[in-house]
């Protein structure tokens, strides 16, 4: 592997003076960029209460509940992500004739995603996607997430059919006025072959980044995009190998193999506490790029960190930064939101800071 400063902190996972000022620039021109999301939009609920005392009915602890909070999830959330850095974004994906997705259209109006930027696609009888947590805790203490209830159903043959059409349309409408896009894959049945066959028909007539974060890196089906972000633990599922985050150098060859099988760019895998591993086929060097968490490696909350990541990314590739760049700058991002609780934001403000 290729050396890259060691320790966690600021100065290695930032690189170089002049990696530093790359970052920079590349996060000053993000705001000249438009980006399409593609894929499965969903919404974030959290239920927050606080312990009072175990119930007579069951050996549960009762909670009173406090608030609730509702964010956007999944593609969404890639595209609040990108909106929040400055990206100009339209988001393309499918919702249900429901509460959640009335939720979902105001959160984005809230991000600053105009309704003429919202291209989602209605499904009858179908629901949207909404992943329920509910957090717990003594008011003294941190609370913590004590079990998670999802609402979601796969679509149908026929209705996937009908949601391909109707996004390859939006797309091909909306392509002229993209710097790139990216399609963010949650298995539902909204990223599937002919959605994609348009996206590669698109792309050869105006090739644009094209970005992809999925659980599984199903091959051929994202073979020949630009780039790919999968978390360790997606690697390991999409080579149905186990045991790679504890093998990093086994992880570093198995990665480039799949970079190559899949025909992209770059691969970037993220690592949780250990950081990133860049595979970039157009660096100065063949050789896998580790790069340092940025920040602590305490994590307080996961939730939503890879939407963050893709988001930063490609908004940085779209401005016509570096593949290292671009991953060095997720990074951050991405080590920001993980210090915070629930599904999380970076702000531009806040990378300004962190590269200052």
């Known amino acids: 592997m290729s050396e890259a400063a060691t320790g966690n902190g600021a ?4 690189g170089s003076k002049d990696m530093r000022a790359a970052l920079r620039g590349a996060l000053q021109r993000v705001a000249s960029v438009r980006l399409g ?3 499965d939009v969903m919404l974030d609920r959290f239920l927050v209460g606080f312990s009072q005392r175990v119930s007579r009915e069951a050996p549960v602890v009762v909670l009173k509940h406090d608030h ?11 595209a609040v992500n990108a909106r929040t850095l400055g990206a100009e974004v339209v988001v393309l994906g499918c919702v249900g004739e429901d509460a959640p997705a009335s939720e979902l259209k105001r959160l984005f109006c809230d991000a600053g995603i105009a309704p003429s930027h919202q291209r989602l696609h209605p499904v009858v009888d179908w629901p949207t996607t909404c992943k329920v947590r509910i ?13 998670r209830l999802d609402y979601e159903e796969p679509l149908d043959t026929l209705q996937a059919e009908a949601a391909a059409d109707a996004l390859a349309a939006q797309l091909r409408e909306v392509w002229a006025s993209l710097d790139a896009c990216v399609i963010s894959d949650y298995g539902l049945g909204v990223v599937c072959e002919p959605l994609l066959a348009e996206v590669r028909r698109l792309r050869e007539a105006r090739p644009i980044p094209a970005t992809v974060d999925a659980h599984l890196l199903r091959a051929p089906l994202f073979a020949g995009f630009t780039a790919a972000t999968p978390n360790v633990a997606e690697v390991e ?18 990665a480039v193999r799949l970079r190559e099988t899949l025909g992209l760019e ?12 860049l595979l970039d086929s157009l660096g ?7 790069i340092p968490v940025y920040g602590s490696d305490e994590v307080a909350d996961v939730t939503g960190a890879g939407d963050t990541v893709i988001a930063t990314y490609t908004a940085a590739l779209a401005t016509g930064a570096t593949h290292e760049v671009a991953a060095r700058l997720a990074n951050v991002a991405g080590g920001l939101v993980v210090m915070k609780r629930g599904t999380a934001t970076a702000s531009l403000e806040e990378v300004q800071a962190a590269l200052a």
Do not use: I
């Open 11 to 14: 100065h290695g996972a930032l």
């Open 37 to 39: 999301v593609v894929g």
């Open 68 to 78: 609730t909070l509702e964010v956007a999830g999944g593609a969404a959330n890639t």
């Open 135 to 147: 957090l717990g805790g003594l008011h003294h203490s941190t609370v913590q997430q004590l079990v």
């Open 237 to 254: 599922a999409t080579l149905a190998e186990p045991g790679l985050a504890e093998k990093p150098a086994q992880l570093a060859k198995r």
């Open 266 to 277: 770059a691969l970037l895998v993220t690592r949780g506490k250990y950081g990133m591993l």
């Open 284 to 290: 100065e060097t063949p050789e896998p790029l580790e």
